[in-house]
C-alpha cells in the first residue's frame, strides 16, 4: 500500500523561505510522477496544482509559483521537496503532495502560514 506523507510545514512572515518534504512508502517511487497542491484557507473544495516532477526529472510549475518556488526529488531517499522562497500571504494554506502512476495517491497535507 502506497503511503505519502508530507513535512515541514510552519509559521513564516512574508518574504521568508519553507522547505517541504514529501515521503513515500510503498510502490516504486521511481515510477511516480510526483506533484505539490495548494488549498487556500477556507476553500476546502479547492486544490491548485504548484510544480510537477516527472520520473524522467522533468519540472513543471504554475505560473504562481514560477521563479519563487523548486520543486526536486532525491530517489534514494524516496523523498520528494518543495523549496518556497519569497513567501507571500496568498500563498498560506494546505499544501498536498501526491504520488501518479495510474493511480494517484494524496498524502494528508502540511498547513503554511505566512503572516507578519
Known amino acids: 500500500q502506497v503511503q505519502v506523507v508530507e513535512s515541514g510545514g510552519g509559521l513564516v512572515q512574508p518574504g521568508g523561505s519553507l522547505t517541504l518534504s514529501c515521503v513515500v512508502s510503498?510502490?516504486?517511487?521511481?515510477?511516480?510522477?510526483m506533484k505539490w497542491y495548494h488549498q487556500p484557507i477556507g476553500k476546502e473544495q479547492e486544490r491548485d496544482l504548484v510544480?510537477?516532477?516527472?520520473?524522467?526529472?522533468?519540472?513543471t510549475y504554475e505560473n504562481f509559483s514560477k521563479g519563487r518556488f523548486t520543486i526536486s526529488r532525491d530517489n534514494a531517499k524516496k523523498t520528494m521537496y518543495l523549496q518556497m522562497n519569497n513567501l507571500q500571504p496568498e500563498d498560506t494554506g494546505v499544501y498536498y503532495c501526491?504520488?501518479?502512476?495510474?493511480?494517484?495517491?494524496w498524502g494528508q497535507g502540511t498547513q503554511v502560514t505566512v503572516s507578519s
Open positions: 501526491t504520488a501518479q502512476e495510474l493511480y494517484q495517491f
Open positions: 510503498g510502490g516504486i517511487f521511481t515510477d511516480f510522477d
Open positions: 510544480a510537477t516532477i516527472f520520473t524522467n526529472g522533468k519540472t
